[in-house]
Structure formats: C-alpha cells, structure tokens
C-alpha cells in the first residue's frame, strides 16, 4: 500500500512523527507539491493526504488506484469530493481536534484588542516607560469584557468553547447557527436571529464553516446593523469577511478594533487592505498549530485510515 502525503510540513515541521503511518505501508511525505507535481506524485498511490493542495476532479480521473483521501484539516473544500464519490474515492476530514486550541486562540486575539499587550510591551523595551512622568501609560483605549455581549456567528464545538470562556470572563452571550443549536445552549447564551446577533453585540466572533450563504457575511450592509465601537474576530475561514468593507469601517471608526487570523488568499498577498487597516491585528493561522492540536490531528488521521481499511471509515464526508 503506498502512502503519500502532499503538504505534511505545517502539520509536522519536524515535532511530530509519521511511525503510525510508516506501519501501515509505504510512505513518502512531500512538505509541499507544486501544482504541476501533483499528478506525477500522487499516480500510483492507495492512499493520499492532502492539507490545502487541491485535489480536483481531473487529477482524481487520472489515479484510478487511490481508494482513500485524508484531509488534514477541518475543511475540505480542496477535494472535489462528488468526483470522488463517483470515483469510489472515500474522502475523510478532521473535525475535532482543534477545539480548544482555536478558542483559546480567539481570545489571545480579543485580549490583544483590548488591552494592546504587544505594543504596549514593546514600548516599555524602546524605553517609553522609563522616560514617563506618571508611574504608568496607555496609549490605546483598554476594555474590560465583563457584562459585555458576545455574539458568536456559527455554535459547532468551537462556538460552543468560545461561549464557555465568555460567560467565565461575565460576558453574555447571543449565538446564530444555520441548524437549530437550542440542546446545546448553556450558561448565560441566548440563540438569536443575525440581526439581533449584530445588533446587540459588543464584539462579534466568526466560527461558521464558508458556504455560499456566510461568504461575506462581515459586509458593508451588516456592519451597519451593528453597534459603533463593535469589535470583530475571526479565526475560522477569511472569505466570511468582506475585507474592503471591514477596512472601511475600522478607518471611519465604526468598528472598533478587529482581529482575523484567516485571509482571503493565503499566504497573505502583500497589499491586502486588512494588513495595513487601522486597529486591526492579523496573525498568519495559526490559532489551529499548538503542538498538542497537530499532534491530535495527526492521529485522528491515522485513525481514520486505519477504520477506512477495517471497513469502517469514519468522517467520512462524501457519505
């Protein structure tokens, strides 16, 4: 059986290992395949994984040997997976395994927001500190978050950690779902209509997957709904946000401050208004990438192509 992963570096840098995988057949690990590599890489495989290097209807024609893709990621949106389907090709993903990691993520992206930790600190190192009159300094408005209102845009097992650590710091909570999320309310959270969600939140966090209906959701027309001075977040997929029309509200002030660790092209294009936006904080994504996640990624990975070959393959997602 021939294994070959595609694009295993940001999963495994060089951290984690690969021995599960090497046991079960003959494994090649590329860190990263070109576009006009993947063919030649993946032509006689059993069994490919693949992170963000698409995998397309006409590349899957041509592979009539591979039985199993494993995505290693939440989304999965690389694979054609109807082709797949036609194909006989079982496509799995990944649904779990960064959970905490993205939640707490979210709110080292919101407390950084708020109290500007980073840039604070590094004014102390460049010697602001040391030549101030008063035996302390802020140059950024600081925000406490108790008895503020969180709306939370998709309550899967993410939305429902953010929502956990909110209320834990006195927030209130409103959450929209596309599917009725009313047995997994807790705590102080309340399930609203989007407009009610924008209306009333003093910052909004994204955690919806990217379907036709969410791309854009952070548009001109919503943030109009919103109250001024909202703050935004999202670290689930960059095309839910319009990114001019977000630029626009955080330099006329009507958003706050937001803070995105997804983009709608990755890597970054070098003039994407976000980068350069005024009070605005963009990390590379990496809210999924604590050793401990990609170390539960990895091995959920294995574990489903190990069911896969019992047959009984779990997470499956072209059913």
């Known amino acids: ?29 590329y860190d990263r395949t070109p576009a006009d590599l993947i063919l030649e890489r993946i032509c006689d495989a059993d069994i490919i994984y693949t992170n963000k290097t698409p995998l397309t209807k006409e590349t899957l024609e041509k592979v009539p040997g591979v039985k199993f893709i494993g995505v290693l990621a939440t989304g999965y949106n690389v694979v054609d997976t109807a082709a797949a389907k036609e194909l006989g090709i079982i496509v799995t993903n990944i649904p779990t395994y960064g959970t905490t990691a993205v939640a707490q993520f979210t709110f080292a992206l919101l407390l950084e927001i708020c109290h500007h930790v980073g840039e604070h600190s590094m004014e102390v190192r460049l010697g602001a500190w040391s030549k101030c ?10 925000v406490e978050l108790a008895n503020k209102t969180m709306g939370i845009i998709g309550y899967g097992r993410i939305g429902q950690a953010v929502a956990k650590i909110a209320n834990a710091l006195g927030m209130k909570v409103l959450v929209n779902d596309r599917n009725d999320c009313s047995k997994y309310i807790t705590g102080d959270v309340k ?26 959701i952070i548009n001109k027309t919503n943030i109009s709904k919103m109250k001024d001075g909202v703050m935004i977040v999202n670290t689930s997929r960059g095309p839910l946000i319009n990114e001019e029309d977000l630029v626009e509200a955080l330099n006329s002030g009507k958003v706050a401050g937001a803070a995105v660790d997804v983009l709608s092209a990755e890597p970054a294009k070098a003039d994407n208004p976000l980068i350069t936006a005024k009070n605005c904080i963009v990390t590379p994504h990496i809210a999924w990438a604590p050793k401990e996640a990609r170390e539960r990624l990895l091995n959920i990975a294995v574990d489903n192509l190990e069911e896969f070959i019992k047959g009984k393959p779990v997470n499956v997602v072209n059913p």
């Open 1 to 29: 059986m021939k294994i070959v992963v595609l694009d295993g570096f940001t999963l495994n840098p060089g951290d984690l290992t690969w021995k599960r995988l090497e046991k079960i057949g003959d494994l090649k690990v």
């Open 133 to 142: 009159k008063d035996f302390c300094f802020w140059n950024y408005p600081l």
């Open 191 to 216: 399930q609203v209509e989007l407009d009610t969600l924008f209306a009333e939140s003093d910052v909004i966090s994204l955690h919806c997957p990217l379907f036709d209906s969410t791309k854009g």
